[in-house]
């Protein structure tokens, strides 16, 4: 069974900096997809950032420019650079990877979730 332990969240003012991480128990034989997704109260889950094994990342229109997605493979970790952070950007941030091709912004095309880390920007 595949685990994913997400860290580095906390509290900052708006326009920092965070950078979230999420451990992998191991990594897969075949290609995937590894996502970073968030959820504020009362909202439903959303697509932040993915990164399909190929190296192609994948990024929704509000954070564009902002976050970077990356992995590092010699020590099953996957990355969300967090820069000029917004109180918008305000949410439970979850990791998760996929067992299918391709990648996709759909919560239901993941297998594997971690726990969550809370990111609070405030202004």
């Known amino acids: 069974q595949v685990q994913l332990q997400e860290s580095g969240g906390g509290s900052v003012q708006a326009g920092g900096s965070l950078r979230l991480s999420c451990s992998i128990s191991?990594?897969?034989?075949?290609?995937?997809?590894m996502g970073w997704f968030r959820q504020a109260p009362g909202k439903e889950r959303e697509g932040v950032a993915s990164?399909?094994?190929?190296?192609?990342?994948y990024y929704t229109d509000a954070v564009k420019g902002r976050f970077t997605i990356s992995q590092d493979n010699a020590k099953n970790t996957l990355y969300l650079q967090m820069n000029s952070l917004k109180p918008e950007d305000t949410a439970m941030y979850y990791c998760?990877?996929?067992?299918?091709?391709?990648?996709?912004?759909?919560?239901?095309?993941?297998?594997?979730w971690g726990q969550g880390t809370q990111v609070t920007v405030s202004s």
């Open positions: 990164l399909y094994s190929g190296g192609s990342t």
């Open positions: 998760a990877r996929s067992q299918s091709l391709g990648c996709s912004w759909i919560s239901s095309f993941y297998n594997y």
């Open positions: 191991e990594l897969p034989y075949m290609s995937t997809c």
